[in-house]
């Protein structure tokens, strides 16, 4: 069993955390919320005053926070950066959804220090959390992907070697742009069949057992009342935020602008996840852009 | 075993009227290439010199042809049209893609005369015509899917009851609208990884396994050499060719016309396919699209 | 001066007619609308009890309806077609704003007739028409062209030989998607100016003398109080409605879709005008968009 | 006259140099291309073996450099930062077109100096830069904008304030990514006349009169031919690179990504000229998107 920091016990580390403790690690955690500490705590960790203290005798040092500028400071602010209290040999894993650049840069700064680290982004949300069930897309050496692969197990289900240090950032935000783009597809079918005169579970039940199939009509149908137990048979509560797939798309065009790609499908979501945002709608689930199509 | 006459034998019609044949039914077949026709023929099949003859003691009918105006054209002609020869009680099943306007003009014109109607468009491509697995979206009565469910199971596997009237034809470029959304955002997320430095199978494999899940990336991955024995392995040949796609799109795009429908993502697909088909790229498969984002 | 008829006296049609009075011509007025018909007369126009009986003696006979369907319907229906009733050497002056394909099929008939014909679809607003400074895009031959040209310019500024029957059609449906690009890409650029900190009058007077000088920006800006006496100032009522801007785009992917054209910016512009529309602001100025994307 | 020195001596900054020197100013010149500087110096600059000794005694530095890092280190790189060196009291002027996020951080940082700062970025190309007829979109307070005033007049007929510092790179941007929306809208406009039978200079004309009117239809129209003396009619030749519109598109998408700003006109407008540029089309003027419509 390992000596493990973990830093940000938000809504998905603070289960990511737990789930570490049940695995039956030695786990100290550190958040500027107090009661969000005092969550892990009860669970089994421990706690330090602050981030420094966390760090400085652990093997691993997991983090989760919700920008690059917080990683970035968190791990290489002068002085008080992580980077300068970290031991020789430790492994940092940062699972922070935030742009490559900062990743690539924060693994060069730590390698030079003779500190491991891996970009580990996550997908499966809230409810993956909880239930241990997350994917994570790794980017680090072979050598590094070994060393944390078991320790991410303990929190996930898929554990994804993407490549090299930022490669995990750089699928993660493939995948979610995808995503984004099938959401958005699949609520304009469902949403011209509607407004033709079919019925939308039995048209969903055609284009998932034909060419159209995919994960959002197939699990996560936009629908309301297609499926039970998705957001959207809940009033779009939960699940998936608006804002979090807005700032996800925001990533991904900063990754097509900096390597000067073209994604005219993937620039239009984005445009249109941002304008149903600006609309009020950025607390709901990110399936409710179906409403951007109804008559 | 039923009487069926069986009109148009193109790359599809041709393999789907040796289905019937096999399946032991008495087919009499009719097309403007006599080619076409020998080589049903020679599977079994009987041929009259013209269409009308063709239906004119036919329990069924069906039709596969290119466009509205030659379904029109070949049931609703003044006097030659096969609406003045059909016997009452004969079933006429329009397998042709088109628009579902004239689908419903021509079942309800049939209707009048005693004659029942279904549209069912298929998807499946060439290959399914050949093996037998195409899928069919039907449209008509309840009575009427009925009464050509055993028939279309001789030429396809999944026989799904889409609604009235048009709803088969409202399915299909439904479904396909989502098909061409589905392999633009998988191209664009695909280039993406590789611009940044991803290897395409690793990714591939990542978002098949998240939710970036979808018909495109799992089965007819568009990158070459990520997958064996599919048309971005083998130069782009075969599948399913970009100008029908375009003209798919041409239908998904009058049917949310004539909706008042806003469908962007549709929208903007519908045009990248044309540009790429403009762009001398119309023979070959619909996930060429991917070479739109190369760098 | 000339025997006119003129049928239907919309909000566009009515001051158009009282316009030809003006000048001096004689005008019998026909439109189902007996308050319509009565305004007109007021102003010095004869009416009859029907259509066919306005035209009877009509040297010119212009009409100004919703759609195609009514245009292909007042001209060529059996038997009560005015085509069965117009003398032949007559001039038909259609400025309804239709599809080209039915102008041209319209053109076509009344030729077979002896009967002239030229589309002529008009911009510049119920304004324009009460001002007499329409534009007119006239579709027909040279000799045709000649003969209406004195005609419409007793109710229009710039009369255009587009070319060729349906050429008036097409150039109308061109400006008004271009058009639309315009509004939609100068109601972004303001809101970004203004998200960004920009004075929208500093940054309107800027691009109006630079590179982004357009019509929309220039005469029609869409941010409130940038500019005195446009809809955008006046709470986007009056000026030109959302619901006929979605029509002419709808006419605009129709004439694409024929031609198999691809115009992406065309095709996203009708999908956020739908959208608009559907969303309760079909009855608002066209202008109305730059909320779309408002914070 | 004053003292100016000034940094990058490229296709915009050696005219721009050279009109101060014409307006009697004295100019100190810098640039790594000895070529560059010979060329300046010919035409009455003076220079230094480095940019510190440029600046030493310069009452206005000049700078006009490709990106915002080169910006950046320029200025603020430690000890050999111009910061350093700069006279208090000084004003810089930065005419290069950058995002706006790292003028404001040049400008605050000189300012703790006691050092003023405008961004200043241009419009109007070589031609203008070598006239001196270009536009200046000015970042500063009013202060500031009154003391560059009369400098830029030299190389410049409009030169407007924009707001405080940054605002001149946002203005720059929001007419760009309008001006990348005006050329896209006019290409496909005259492309769908072109494909239904118009000719393009009719087509051009009408719509120049009516409210498809803007600049690129007007002044430089993409379609060859229709007239003279514009890059179209010259092979796409000169004028405005695509590579150029492809750099300002990014940075319009950075500023839209900052303020979380939907612009989807603007975006896809972003991925057509990347499209654009991948293919071959990088050197070619901006006008040359027209191609992408051709059948």
Known sequence: MANIAFIGLGNMGGPMAINL??????VCVFDLSADAVAHVVEAGASTESN??????NAEFII???PAGKHVHGLYLTEKSGLIHHIMKGSVVIDSSTIDSETSIKVAKALSEQGISFVDAPVSGGVGGAIAGTLS????????????????????????????DHGAGQVAKVCNNMLLSVLMLGTSEALQLGLANGLDAKVLS??????SGSNWTLDVYNPCPDVMENVPSSNDYQGGFMVDLMAKDLGLAMETALNSQSSTPM???????????????????????VFNLFSK
Chains 1, 2, 3, 4 share one sequence.
């Open 136 to 163: 994570f897309m790794v980017g680090g050496s072979k050598n590094e992907f070994g060393q944390v692969e078991t320790i991410l197990s303990a929190m996930g289900k898929n554990i994804f070697h993407a490549g």
């Open 266 to 288: 993937g620039a239009l979501a984005r445009s249109l996840y941002a304008m149903h945002a600006a609309s009020g709608n950025g607390g709901k689930d990110f399936s409710s």
């Open 63 to 65: 983090s989760m926070l």
């Open 21 to 26: 403790v049940k695995a039956g690690h030695q």
């Open 205 to 210: 039940n055609i284009m998932s057992k034909s």
């Open 51 to 56: 981030a420094i203290d966390c760090v400085k």
